[in-house]
DNA sequence: GACAATGATTGGTC
DNA sequence: GACCAATCATTGTC
């Protein structure tokens, strides 16, 4: 039996005297021959409108017709809706103020921090192209990574918010029928205004619950989407050829300190075409997408286990470093002879490096090469006698027939940058303190370190 | 498939 | 936070 039957029927058990909606003349027989006939007559009002439900279609119309017409209908509807907007307010206490939901909050969070809700920012198609640009077309293979992944975020974001609008559309049109409905039916049953609102409350949490749903799934995709990214960014995968010698130029041509700087490493990982940082959706927004630095990170990781296997096994690595230094001292010669240095291509950590390394110039290979031959390193002069440089470049290969034992023996590389704890020295080097194509002004880490 | 090479990760140190 | 050392896990070569 439903809340309003039992009302209904509690009503009829004791009638409607002395009730402060009653009008007068539905009072006034409480006590006599003729209320007790009033009351007879309510209770058969009453009873009629409770078994109107069981009655034929046909049946029911013509008694609500009937009953509508009724003389007594407009006091009794009144007493109805005012017993009933009571109980539904007592109802209603106990059910408002719920806090809100704490799983709904975080996945709106979640939803929020991933870029899916809120405003756009700037993710998709151009976040992807974007880091294609940044990428200047090398580190296609990670900028395309970047560019999916960004694609395919900007796919869920589209299909939650499409979703989403059809949900709050649905719940409208839901909330408007119902509404509608309840207006009817208010001419006939006692419904408050009161009430209908906390009907649409109702609708409105069914409809927010079928949101969360939504929102988990989307969570769900979102974090699929992710881990798969950097599932595939764990992946490792060998660097090029070229990248590896760019590496290894700078490494063997910094041999006394091989501690790149933050900007040299962010030009190597350029030059290797190892994807750098590309902060994606940057701004001040703090939900932005992790800003990337694998470029740096992996260069870093090179740099890391570079000098850990070459300080293992000096002995293993000597034959490439006389390789790279030989290479390089060819390349600083080529670059001197088609004109002066202060044309060259500058230091990672020039001002206005246009990014892309002089390595030949580096002091380490200097000191190489001019030990060789005996010479102390004098940086000062390296710059203005390349021409010397090469010559004994010359000599040296002449001598050694290439880069064989001999030239390993004589120790073209030896482990000097290396302390006796096995660390590499803190004096500063060549490089950075006295290179020729670095001006005073020039920041070097190797300097720093 | 074994093995070496190598990029990435982890835990500790400074 | 950068670095080292050990280790893991994948790739490339034979």
């Not at 069914?206 to 995709?221: G, P, R």
């Not at 286990?305 to 070459?310: E, G, P």
Request: with cysteine; charged share 20%.
């Amino acid at each position: 039996m439903d809340e309003q039957t039992r009302l209904m029927h509690s009503h009829t058990g004791v009638g409607m005297a002395g009730h402060p909606g009653l009008p007068p003349h539905m009072q006034e027989g409480t006590g006599g021959p003729d209320g007790d006939g009033r009351k007879q007559d309510i209770g058969d009002i009453l009873q009629q409108i409770m078994t109107i439900t069981d009655q034929s279609l046909d049946e029911a119309q013509a008694r609500k017709h009937a009953l509508n017409c009724h003389r007594m209908k407009p006091a009794l509807f009144n007493v109805l809706c005012e017993i009933k907007e009571k109980t539904v307010l007592s109802i209603r206490g106990a059910q408002e103020e719920e806090p809100p939901d704490p799983q709904l909050m975080r996945l709106d969070n979640m939803l929020l921090a991933e870029g899916v809700s809120g405003p756009e920012k700037g993710g998709g198609s151009a976040a992807a192209a974007a880091a294609a640009a940044a990428s200047g077309g090398v580190g296609a293979d990670n900028s395309t990574e970047h560019s999916d992944y960004r694609a395919k975020l900007t796919q869920i974001r589209q299909i939650y918010h499409t979703e989403l609008e059809k949900y709050e559309q649905a719940c409208n049109e839901f909330t408007t029928h119902v509404m509608n409905l309840l207006r009817e039916q208010s001419r006939t049953r006692p419904i408050s205004p009161k009430e209908i609102e906390r009907m649409v409350n109702i609708i409105h949490r069914k409809f927010s619950s079928i949101q969360m749903q939504l929102k988990q799934s989307t969570c769900e995709a979102v974090m699929i989407l992710r881990s798969r990214f950097l599932d595939a960014r764990r992946k490792r995968r060998n660097f090029n050829k070229q990248a590896t010698e760019i590496l290894n130029e700078y490494f063997y041509s910094h041999l006394s300190n091989p501690y790149p700087s933050e900007e040299a490493k962010e030009e190597l990982a350029k030059k290797c075409a190892i994807t750098v940082a590309q902060v994606l959706n940057c701004g001040n927004d703090p939900a932005v997408i992790t800003a990337d630095i694998w470029g740096m990170s992996s260069v870093s990781n090179w740099f890391g286990n570079k000098r850990i296997r070459y300080k293992k096994n000096i002995g293993k690595f000597q034959e490439e470093a006389n390789m790279y230094a030989a290479r390089t001292a060819v390349n600083a010669a080529n670059a001197s002879s088609h004109g002066s240095q202060a044309n060259s291509p500058s230091t990672p950590n020039s001002a206005g490096s246009g990014g892309s390394f002089n390595m030949s110039n580096s002091g380490d290979l200097f000191m190489s090469v001019q030990s060789l031959n005996g010479d102390s390193y004098q940086g000062a002069q390296v710059g203005a006698n390349v021409q010397s440089q090469v010559d004994t470049l010359r000599h040296v290969i002449s001598q050694t027939g290439g880069y064989s034992e001999a030239l390993t023996a004589n120790q073209m590389y030896s482990p000097q940058g290396i302390n006796a704890n096995g660390g590499w020295q803190d004096a500063p080097t060549p490089s950075s303190v006295t290179s020729p194509t670095e001006g005073p002004g020039s920041v070097h880490s190797d300097t720093s370190n």
